[in-house]
């Protein structure tokens, strides 16, 4: 049982590169979401989606979007890197049953933008 | 808005020396508090889910308490397996969305 899983695990752009983060869960979750965490800052929403067809933005969204192309896979895309992008990203699901409010995180994809 | 602070930020402890984490929130109809550990270069793996004060839950070497201010998580005897961060967070609301802290980083020395 893979859970959640991220591909890639590591990646270094330019400034101004585009590239799309990949996330899928094989746990039936409705819900989906997309997280980056920085030292000091914590882990901040940038996007999650409630369900398939839907998407919202949370804490951080300038200069990302989502695509939630079905029930198993939710995409983030940096159209323009920035530097300021560099971080560890981490998607999770939730979802189902008595634990449906529980987010499950992949291992991260860590993000250079140089 | 919902607010999540952990303390300390960092704490070292002698192998079978007990102490315990806090996180103070500040939310608007809590619906749950969610305690997580985080190895380095890994995800945060889910620990506890507290949904109301006085509630306790317990697994192997920790025990986590919530109060209607904070929460706290008690390790009992901890070994040095138990390093990692630990995060708190909070869900409030109609919705599934998490505030984190910042966590806390706990290093036990053998």
């Known amino acids: 049982n893979a859970g959640v899983t991220q591909t890639p695990k590591f990646q270094v752009l330019k400034t101004g590169q585009s590239m799309t983060l990949q996330c899928a869960q094989d746990m039936n979750h409705n819900s989906m979401y997309w997280y980056r965490q920085d030292p000091g800052m914590g882990l901040r929403l940038i996007y999650y989606s409630a369900s398939e067809g839907t998407t919202d933005k949370g804490e951080v969204p300038n200069g990302y979007n989502v695509s939630r192309l079905n029930k198993r896979e939710f995409s983030l895309r940096l159209e323009s890197a920035a530097p300021s992008q560099t971080s560890v990203y981490f998607c999770a699901s939730s979802g189902g049953g008595l634990a449906k409010n529980i987010q499950y995180f992949g291992a991260g994809t860590r993000l250079s933008v140089l | 808005e919902d607010q999540v602070t952990q303390s300390p930020e960092a704490l070292r402890l002698q192998e079978g020396e007990s102490s315990s984490l806090n996180c103070s929130y500040t939310?608007?109809?809590?619906?749950?508090l969610f305690w997580y550990r985080q190895d380095p270069g890994k995800g945060p793996e889910f620990l506890f889910t507290l949904y109301s004060a006085g509630e306790e839950k317990e697994k192997e070497r920790l025990k986590a308490t919530l109060t209607k201010k904070e929460s706290f998580l008690h390790i009992t005897a901890p070994k040095p397996e138990d390093s990692a961060t630990y995060l708190c967070a909070v869900q409030a609301g109609g919705n599934e969305k998490l505030t984190f802290g910042t966590g806390t980083r706990l290093t036990i020395i053998p």
């Open positions: 939310v608007s109809g809590l619906r749950g």
